[in-house]
């Protein structure tokens, strides 16, 4: 789990992909609506124009056709109606463009009166037509009428055009008369398809309609069109002339309106269309972009909180073990609890720093107690790393004739007074770390004035974190041990084996305690309950070691056991070898309590060591029985046999166990 602060940067990523993809979808759909605005704004009043065009040129068309029936009329034919009918119905068929045709002579008769091809008596024709061939012929040059009519059925255009003799002058004047729905001006289909939300409106200056898509509404007046009022009442008041050239698009009321002239008859062409019709298709652009933008969003936002927690991971890691240090380690009691990665950081930074500092007081105080040590020391100490010689004591110093600063640096060999020597010593620090982690043994080292120095030496190993080994020697001048073991005497009380006093030097040894037992006890300088204790230990199952790994490996753990022994009372007391598996103990002025704890540990350490033997180990487990002599007693035999009793108890109730008896105990107890 990402803490506070990537959690922080997650979520601002996140926003800001959103606001990027809002502020960019709000920008497309604002450009394009504008942009789809204004080319249905272009496309309307191009339409518009284009309607305005054709009416315009259908007028001019009308006006040609009626000059091409003009043309083929002489002076002559209009003194001759019949004539005149004859010649426009056999070979002028642009007659029938026109719904109606009139022909007048100058003298204001009308001669010719055909009526969708009919021929029709004079007194029929309209007055209002009458009345404009009257002010053609009087104007002298073409005219176009206005609406005429009331009816939107009837409602019709008039075209006249003078007749002119060779010597100029109006000898006539011929008219065509249109009806607005007829096929050749103003068709219904023109404003079709009718839709509520847009409409295409012919009207003429005056306001009166002249195409419609609802029919019922042609000839009423574009007043009384929405929208369409307020654009016609505008332009009235400018008093602006209507002419051909661009159409004007203006928004009323939400109507987009867009008006065109056609001039010569001054009428107007003009769409009315309702905003949200013209914008309905935009509407559905705009929810494509947002749920386009959404999805984008969705998943660019994704991807960012992805890359950032990825950036983030080595700021989490760092977070995870800052909160590990806090945690097992304790907050600091200035640090409020907190889980902000950076707080954390300082926390474990500042915990980190006071350790640190604490660390180095120590180790100055540990190499200042280590100083004190080395110097004081009544024994040799030797602290080596890596095969070579790193700290000595002043009592080693003394005792190899090497100053400190001789010494310290050089190679472990050199202090050895043959290669074999360290071979010997470097192997059983081998067998010694992997079984006990210690070591000890007898060599000889060479002192600076080339004579050898006999030392026990007893090691204990260590590895740093570099994994460099390194070892603490205590040195122990054995110059007068070594002779004597050299001696006939020494091997005629000692066990050659375990070089631990054999059974006859330990009867004398025992005797002679006894001796001093009972003289302390007359002297009364032996503490409350305190007597010579003696413990005998029996090796458990010792047979099965020998039939299992042979009486080579029965020897190694013998001699090995025997080492561990020694080493662990060495300073309480001594121990010597009965015969076989058979040891004992003997600790002067001890009580039965102090003895029993310190033959459970020996019990204790022997179980916990490894007899190690070709690399196959092995437990050992010893029985032990004890008894403390009475201040009174004289005869050892009694004493040994009760403690031999007690090691028999001790096998019998299972083994690797003590038991404590008494001189006086029956056997059977
Ligand atoms: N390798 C070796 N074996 C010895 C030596 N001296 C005696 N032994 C053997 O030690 C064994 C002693 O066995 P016991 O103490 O009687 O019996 P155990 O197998 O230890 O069984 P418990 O004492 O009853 O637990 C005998 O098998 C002897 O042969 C010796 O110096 N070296």
Redesign the pocket.
Known sequence: MPGPLVRRMMLIALLCVALAGGLAAWVISHASGEEMTERLVRQQTDEVELVARLLASKVEQSQKVLGTVAEGITPQMLQSPSLLEWVLKQGLPAVRFFDAMEIARADGRLILNLQSGKMEPAASVDMDERDILLRTMVQGKPLVSGVLGTAAASARVMFTLPLVADDGKVVGVVGGVLRLQSQGLLPHSLGLPARDDSRLIVFTSDGVILSHPQLERVMGNVRSEPGLDKAYAQWRSELKPISTGRGDTVVVQDRLISMAGVPMPQWWVARVTESHALLAPLHGTHRSIWWTAAACVTAVGLLAMLAMAWVAAPLTRLHRRAQSILLTQGLPDSQPPTSAESDLLSGALDHLEAQQLHHGHQAEFSRLQLQGILEQAPVGIVITRNDQLELLSQQASLMLGFSRAELEGQLVKRLFADEAQFETLERQMREGAITRGGYEGEFALRRKDGSLLWARVLGRMAFDRTSAMAAVWVLEDMATTHEERHSPQWSRSHDA?TNLPNRTAFLERLKAQLVRNAELARAEQLSAGSGVALLFI???????V?DRLG?EA??ML?KQFSSLLEELVRHVGWAARL????FAVVLPDCTAARAEMIAEHIRASVEEWEFVYEGEASITTV?IGIVVAPADLEEVTPWLRAADMACYYA?RAG?NRVVVREVADKASA
């Open positions: 084996l029996d090796v458990d199952h010792f047979t099965l020998n009486h029965g020897d013998l015969g076989g598996d058979e029985s096998k083994r």
